[in-house]
Structures are given as structure tokens and as C-alpha cells.
């Protein structure tokens, strides 16, 4: 066991109370006293019954495990709480600990402050890390040093329900990736800056949607001389996956009804990837179609939703490209 045992909170996370015990210690970090797959699980709430029987030598494991609603609220993460810090600054520096619900994607205020919940430094934009500064209301990053701020939640953001931040953060993904034709499968969310993110998703859903065609009519995407299915497929499959209504939907099919496609042929297409999920509902193209022309599914009984097929020969036999 470790000399001093801090005062367990029931609102405070397992890894911020792992935080408190490397501090109270005299340890500089975490990984002065547990491997980094222990400090990693207990991040994620993963934790094995041999981890939790490890870490039990230093100190009682009696952190509850919190599982959400099986529900998936979005096409690219499975899991709602990220994997890094974020903190409400005012909060950190009253009480010296870390909520467990500031780590759920649906929170972006702090409930207490009204102010939004920070995973990166204001003054130097660095990434929050779990650092036993965070327990002080310090930046991490030790070039830095200053005092984590936080601003206010824009209105609009702070009205948000948990499936409308995931739509959100799917599309400043997309607008990020734009010429991604498949998408990763994240066990969590994945952004430099949740709120910036958040806000950018939110745009780009609302009322931005020039910036949309702007980008996939430049000369730089590589799909550009292709028939507008394909050239925009990323757009379908960003509204395809969407849970909510979006005004970003109605202008997709407005442009899809006055954009005509190109009539000339490109022969040195090699490459469009998508999954075969995709390719059927969104491409509508046929099992039929996939099969003949994807090695990747030719000796598949059933083919995989998920598995990843190159649909170049498939463009290029019906002729739809310039």
C-alpha cells in the first residue's frame, strides 16, 4: 500500500484519483508507480481483475465501473468519454480533483462555472495531459505552466444533446479528411480540441455549406472529374450518418437535383475505397457489382458491412467517369 490514501470522492474518476495518490506520494507521474497498460485501463475503465488485483497492492480498487446506454450515437467512435483530460479550470482550483462526468463528450459545461469544459491550454494550445499539474489548474505542458482559463459556452453549443455533438464532431472529421472515402472505427472520440470541434461541426451543419462545395470542387480532389455520386460521395456518407436533421441535408440534395454529371471518360482511376456497406446503400451499387469486380469479396459467402472494397473497376465498367 502507499503511505498516504487521500480521501476518495464519488464524483472524482479513477484516474484523477490515481492523480491525487502520485502527488501525495512525492511521485512526479503516474508511471513512477504503475505500468503505463494499468494507468492506460484506468483511464478507459477497462480495468482486468488481475489489473485491479495489481493495483490493489497500492491501494484499494473500489472504483465503480460506469457503463452507457448500449446505443451507438455515432459511425466513427464506439465509447462517449475520451481518453485525454478535459477540466473545468475554476472547479480544479476550489477542490484539487477531477469530475468523472467531465470526461463524457455530452458534457461540454462545466454544470457549477458555465463555463466550458478545457482539454487544451488556452494560452500555448497544448493538449492536456493526466499530469498531476492538472490537480493545480496548471497547463501540462511544463514549457507553459500558466493557469488553465476557460470562456464561456456559446449558447448554441450548450443547447447540444449527446447524438447532436456526435454528428457534429463526425463532420469536422469529414471536413478535416475530406477526401477519406471510408472512415476509421475509433474506440473513442478523437479531436485536438473538443469545443473548437464541437463549434466547427456545428458551422459546417448549419449554415456554412459553401465551404463544403468549395472544397470538393477545387482542382485538388482527386475525384473531382468524377460523376457527382462519386465525387461527393464523402458528403453523402456524412448525411447518410447523421441522427438528426440538419439544414447541411437539405442543401446536399438541392445541389445533388442542379449538378449534372461529367460526360467524358478518366481512364487512370486505380483507387476508391469504400466499405461494402457504403457501396450498397449509399452508391447503390449491387452485391452482384461488388462481387464481380472486388477480389476482396469474390470468396465471401457473406460480405462484411465493414469490409473495405477498391470500386475502380466498378466506376470505370459503368462509364460514369469524365
Not at 470500386?311 to 460514369?320: E, G, R, Y
Request: aromatic share 10%.
Amino acid at each position: 500500500m502507499l503511505s498516504v490514501m487521500p480521501k476518495k470522492i464519488d464524483d472524482g474518476s479513477l484516474v484523477g484519483y490515481i492523480l491525487r495518490l502520485t502527488a501525495r506520494n512525492g511521485f512526479q507521474m503516474p508511471l513512477d508507480w504503475i505500468n503505463e497498460a494499468q494507468l492506460k485501463a484506468s483511464i478507459n475503465n477497462t480495468l482486468s481483475i488481475k489489473q485491479v488485483s495489481a493495483l490493489n497492492e497500492f491501494f484499494p480498487v473500489t472504483h465503480s465501473l460506469k457503463y452507457l446506454s448500449s446505443r451507438r450515437h455515432s459511425a466513427l467512435f464506439q465509447n462517449y468519454h475520451i481518453e485525454t483530460p478535459r477540466v473545468c479550470p475554476i472547479c480544479i482550483r476550489d477542490t484539487g480533483y477531477i469530475k468523472e462526468e467531465w470526461r463524457y463528450i455530452g458534457n461540454l459545461k462545466c454544470s457549477i462555472h458555465d463555463v466550458g469544459l478545457i482539454d487544451v491550454c488556452h494560452l500555448c494550445n497544448h493538449k492536456l495531459e493526466w499530469s498531476i499539474n492538472l490537480l493545480e489548474g496548471i497547463c501540462t505542458n511544463e514549457m507553459c505552466s500558466c493557469s488553465l482559463k476557460s470562456e464561456p459556452l456559446n449558447n448554441a453549443l450548450e443547447c447540444l444533446f449527446i447524438d447532436e455533438i456526435c454528428d457534429c464532431l463526425l463532420a469536422d472529421f469529414v471536413y478535416s479528411h475530406p477526401y477519406n472515402t471510408y472512415w476509421p472505427n475509433l474506440s473513442h472520440p478523437n479531436s485536438e480540441n473538443l469545443l473548437t470541434a464541437t463549434s466547427k461541426g456545428y458551422d459546417l451543419l448549419n449554415c456554412d455549406f459553401k465551404r463544403w462545395i468549395e472544397l470538393y470542387d477545387a482542382q485538388s480532389n482527386p475525384f473531382n472529374a468524377l460523376a457527382v455520386k462519386f465525387k461527393y460521395f464523402p458528403l453523402y456518407h456524412l448525411a447518410h450518418s447523421l441522427q438528426n436533421e440538419w439544414l447541411f441535408s437539405e442543401q446536399l440534395k438541392k445541389l445533388t437535383a442542379s449538378t449534372s454529371s461529367p460526360t467524358k471518360q478518366l481512364f487512370n482511376l486505380s483507387s476508391y475505397v469504400v466499405t461494402a456497406e457504403s457501396a450498397m446503400t449509399i452508391l447503390g451499387l449491387s452485391k452482384h457489382e461488388i462481387i464481380s469486380y472486388s477480389p476482396e469479396a469474390k470468396n465471401k459467402k457473406v460480405i462484411p458491412s465493414r469490409l473495405r472494397i477498391n470500386i475502380a473497376p466498378i466506376i470505370k465498367a459503368t462509364k460514369v467517369t469524365k
